[in-house]
């Protein structure tokens, strides 16, 4: 098959993979600095873990990600810059529970307090580093603390078992900017910053765009996508889940994909549903997270309260039919299916990073260097939306600089 152009004029300056919020805000910020960029999305709407479903009565909830802290100060300034502080929207407080035996119970009542006491003075003298979240938080907590309650709630933070990850990935100190609400959201969701970056001068968006290979084509860089197209840039930039990534780079940068094929994935299968104030039971809360259960977790809009209608979005182990997920959602909330006043899912992919994940970003690194190949995601410092946007940003200056 013969090349046929993209809808775009010429060659771009820059082509990113993958319209998640590191391949946007990478895009938002060379295109600030002047640079022409294509965005390539296999799915047939940017944002990848970012999804907020919309229903017709202006009622959102979020089925990926869905808090954002004054300690984002990358993101906070991407906001920013792409006009959008008035959107913010603090969160307001609400408890996480936890679902034991079909009843919502609260934490403490579920921690063994003597254990607890017990280990908490090692917080004092224990080191993270080298240590993986089951290692450090077990000597915390207590071994039968943590195997009980600490591992699923850790668990719910990435929506995997979180034991095998570095500690040091897990939470991070940032410093909060406290003008700003300690967590919040946007208008509308967190879409809404995903619609706005697609949007920016400079930056033109293709979806159903998935890129199948990669080539080096004067005066940089060709890709082929799956429906045939090609695009060509002088530079590229891979912001996609790292099997995908590593994928591509084979016949370009065999040492970079086979450093990425180190970095090992899981799925995600996210089911939220809208209920009617009346129909769900529950007391307001923030998420639930269950003891043991085909999910880890339940995120709430109680958050950003609205008057008519109420949302969870579980978020499951992948492997469940959608009507098997929509009834495991009826059990748990008790509420019957024909009063789900909504329905959404969507499929995420998400790093599981384990100890040793440091030297596998080191190897990228080195392997691109020079290359004229760009890598950002949320396999570089972690995988909050702020290590994606801190990795975007480093990234974006190597290619500015390395552009003059
Ligand atoms: C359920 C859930 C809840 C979360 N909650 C939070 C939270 O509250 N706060 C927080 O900070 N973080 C949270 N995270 C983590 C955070 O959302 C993600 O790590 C981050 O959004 C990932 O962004 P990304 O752009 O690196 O990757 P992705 O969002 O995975 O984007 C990659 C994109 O590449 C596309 N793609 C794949 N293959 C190709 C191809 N061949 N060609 C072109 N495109 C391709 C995909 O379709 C996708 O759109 C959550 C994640 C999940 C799944």
Redesign the pocket.
């Known amino acids: 098959m013969g090349d046929s152009t993209l809808d775009v004029a010429d060659v771009v300056d820059v082509v990113i993979?993958?319209?998640?919020?590191?391949?946007l805000s990478f895009a938002h910020h060379v295109a600030r600095a002047g640079l022409r960029c294509l965005v390539?999305?296999?799915?047939p709407s940017?944002?990848?873990?970012?999804r907020t479903a919309r229903g017709s009565d202006g009622f959102w909830f979020e089925l990926?990600?869905?808090?954002?802290y004054n300690s984002?100060s990358a993101l906070l300034d991407v906001v920013a810059e792409a006009g959008l502080r008035g959107a913010i929207a603090g969160r307001h407080p609400a408890p996480y529970r936890l679902l034991v035996e079909g009843k919502v119970r609260s934490v403490p009542s579920q921690i063994a307090l003597g254990e607890l006491f017990a280990s908490a003075w090692r917080v004092f003298t224990l080191r993270k580093a080298g240590r993986s979240v089951g290692d450090y938080y077990g000597r915390l907590v207590g071994r039968r603390n943590w195997r009980r309650v600490f591992s699923p709630l850790l668990s719910a933070v990435p929506?995997q078992r979180a034991d095998d990850f570095p500690a040091e990935m897990l939470f991070k100190q940032r410093p909060r900017r406290k003008e700003f609400p300690r967590t919040f959201t946007l208008k509308n969701g967190l879409s809404t910053l995903i619609e706005r970056l697609a949007g920016e001068e400079r930056v033109t968006l293709r979806v159903n765009?998935?890129?199948?290979a990669l080539r080096r084509a004067e005066p940089g860089f060709a890709v082929t996508t799956q429906a045939g197209d090609t695009a060509r840039a002088r530079h590229l930039v891979l912001?996609?889940?790292p099997d995908?990534g590593a994928r591509?780079l084979v016949p370009l940068l065999p040492a970079a994909a086979a450093a990425l094929l180190r970095v090992r994935t899981t799925t995600?299968d996210?089911t939220g549903v809208a209920f009617a104030k009346r129909d769900l039971p529950f007391p307001r809360l923030a998420g639930l997270v269950p003891l043991d259960d085909v999910f880890f977790s339940a995120v709430s809009r109680d958050v950003v309260p609205d008057e008519r209608f109420r949302a969870l979005a579980f978020?499951f182990r992948a492997g469940l039919g959608l009507e098997e997920r929509l009834e495991r959602i009826a059990a748990v909330t008790g509420a019957q299916r024909e009063r789900f006043a909504l329905v959404g899912e969507h499929r995420?992919?998400?790093p599981s990073p384990a100890l040793g994940h440091g030297d596998i970003v080191r190897a990228l690194d080195e392997s691109i260097a020079a290359s004229g190949v760009y890598l950002?995601?949320?396999y570089f410092g972690g995988?909050?939306?702020?290590d994606?946007v801190l990795r975007s940003l480093a990234e974006s200056r190597r290619l500015l600089s390395e552009s003059k």
């Open positions: 993979l993958g319209a998640g919020i590191s391949g390539l999305e296999a799915a940017p944002g990848g873990c970012i990926g990600a869905h808090t954002l984002y929506s765009a998935g890129a199948k912001a996609l889940p995908q591509l995600i996210s978020h995420s992919c998400l950002t995601g949320n995988l909050a939306i702020e994606c």
